[in-house]
């Protein structure tokens, strides 16, 4: 890629309920490209893989050690997109999102989850 992809950010609620739902929200700066294009717009117009494809294949979320969630992308997916999913607050553990291209290349975020007192 011709420019570094920063880190995703993860938002939740501060005062978290045990047993009860709460939203975490996860967004990343991650460019999308099918790599369709025209190939030669001035001799022989012609739809084709002008560029390399790239977009983010897998979102994996984890609570504590525990996967709860996998997520399977393709190139329809859109630049910079913006996650939303509700879990239920069972353990006072962190939440980690992992995304994985379709390079391999990795990034993640993690926010722990604290109870309201």
Excluded: C
């Excluded at 999308?32 to 790239?54: C, E, H, W, Y």
């Excluded at 393709?74 to 962190?94: C, G, Q, R, Y």
């Amino acid at each position: 890629m011709a420019e570094k992809i920063k880190a995703p950010r993860i938002r939740m609620a501060r005062n978290i309920k045990k047993g009860k739902g709460f939203k975490v929200k996860v967004k990343f700066d991650h460019p999308s490209f099918t790599g369709l294009g025209i190939v030669d717009d001035q001799n022989d117009p012609i739809f084709n893989r002008a560029i390399p494809t790239t977009f983010i294949r897998n979102m994996l979320v984890y609570y504590g050690d525990d996967l709860v969630s996998r997520f399977r992308m393709s190139s329809a997916i859109a630049d910079n997109p913006l996650f939303t999913f509700k879990l239920k607050a069972v353990k006072e553990e962190p939440v980690r999102v992992v995304f994985i291209d379709n390079h391999g290349e990795r990034w993640e975020t993690s926010s722990k989850v604290k109870f309201r007192k």
